[in-house]
């Protein structure tokens, strides 16, 4: 039977054959909550489910990371529901403040495996399909009953094919890919549908977990990179999942790498894409570089290349949040901090930082931001009033260089 890399997953996960379509009851591997959402996740268990002791805790896995440190007395309380509850049920995968990003840790971490199920209380957990894991976000009932049985239910998306071919152009990145595909397909071009990535073999794990990420933005199911040597070195690949190209997709679509540019998502809409260098009237209060997307360190090496040995300019505020501890870390060791603070970024917690508008960069009345997050909708970092353009973390150092929305290549 020809099967897209999402039936092969589920079916497996369902203990027998599913097709696009159909119900399917599967085996959760893993399913996390993070701290915004934890303490309603344990109401369910507790009030609805009266589960006192999940019997599943090593499938479980908790993250502090969403407002971390917490930023008011609501939040600090919320965090101490969510360790104690670790705690009691024995979750050995809980992360605290400052450890870094749920979606970042869940790879960093290896809690997830290439052909597994996970499911996540945020909708960016689409991200495990870097390494070839069906990952997708779910509600708080439905993360409370995957805590309680270990299993959950859904229906199996169609799959639509992205072929990437050719290599991107100096300056590009993942988020580029991205972008472009937001201009051709909207926000709603891949509803419930699985996102099967072929031919990124020469793309890091990083930029894979970039494309998966915001897969979401389009509205997908899922997004899946195509197993090869690099999923393979990250785990071991199980022999029965590999690509059927005689597979029943929805759609084909073709992304000529060598054609994509720098490119900028203008609010208030993720799909209203412009070229980075038609925006140079654009200018920015803040720059932030970080969140699940683009906080990881080949994007802190990105733009400290661009940054090394400038100025950030007058009146811009850059904000610069590692997606993991490990990312801080490993920026130290290497240079890239001491070029970006040397620059004059600001450096915050490793975790989501302002990308929510909770803290740690929420922007006021009427001020702009350059982010290479994954959604500028009204209000979504702070003030309705103020404006959201996405792109590149080489847009960005360029942006904090220029002080309005810049294209890498205009930096000599």
Not at 13 to 34: D, F, K, N, Q, W
Not at 231 to 255: E, F, G, K, M, N
Request: aromatic share 6%; glycine share 10%; with cysteine.
């Amino acid at each position: 039977m020809h099967q897209t890399l999402s039936e092969q997953i589920l079916s497996r996960a369902a203990g027998h054959s599913v097709r696009a379509g159909e119900l399917a009851v599967v085996e959760v591997y893993r399913a996390m909550t993070i701290d915004s959402i934890a303490p309603e996740v344990i109401d369910v268990l507790h009030d609805q489910l009266g589960v006192t002791q999940i019997p599943y805790p090593e499938r479980c896995a908790i993250f502090i990371d969403h407002v971390a440190p917490a930023s008011n007395l609501a939040t600090a309380e919320g965090q101490v529901r969510a360790r104690r509850f670790a705690k009691a049920q024995n979750i050995q995968a809980f992360y605290d403040a400052g450890r870094g990003i749920c979606h970042q840790l869940m790879v960093e971490e290896h809690l997830i495996a290439p052909g597994t199920v996970a499911v996540g209380s945020d909708s960016h957990s689409t991200t495990y399909g870097a390494v070839t894991a069906f990952g997708t976000g779910m509600g708080t009932t439905d993360i409370a009953l995957a805590f309680a049985t270990g299993r959950t239910w859904l229906r199996v998306p169609e799959t639509v094919r992205v072929d990437l071919e050719g290599a991107l152009r100096p300056g590009t990145d993942a988020k580029d890919i991205v972008l472009h595909l937001l201009s051709r397909v909207r926000a709603d071009g891949f509803t419930y549908q699985a996102v099967e990535f072929h031919g990124a073999e020469e793309l890091s794990l990083g930029s894979r977990m970039t494309l998966c990420s915001m897969t979401t933005e389009m509205g997908a199911k899922a997004g899946l990179i195509a197993p090869d040597a690099q999923t393979s070195a990250y785990a071991p690949v199980p022999d029965w999942l590999a690509v059927d190209d005689h597979a029943d997709y929805r759609d084909r679509i073709v992304v000529d790498l060598g054609e994509i540019q720098p490119w900028v998502a203008c609010p208030p809409r993720v799909d209203s894409i412009a070229p980075a260098g038609s925006l140079n009237e654009v200018h920015v209060d803040q720059v932030f570089l970080g969140t699940c997307t683009n906080g990881r360190l080949q994007d802190l090496r990105a733009a400290a290349e661009i940054l090394r040995g400038r100025t950030i300019a007058p009146d811009v505020r850059m904000i610069i949040i590692p997606a993991s501890h490990s990312v801080l870390q490993a920026a130290i060791a290497d240079g890239t901090l001491s070029a970006l603070l040397a620059a004059g970024a600001t450096i915050g917690t490793p975790g989501c930082g302002p990308c929510i508008g909770r803290h740690q960069g929420v922007l006021g009345s009427g001020e702009v931001c350059l982010s290479t997050g994954n959604r500028n909708f009204t209000g979504r970092m702070g003030s309705p009033d103020a404006k959201i353009y996405l792109g590149s973390p080489q847009v960005a150092a360029a942006t904090a260089l220029c002080g309005y929305i810049a294209d890498p290549a205009d930096i000599e």
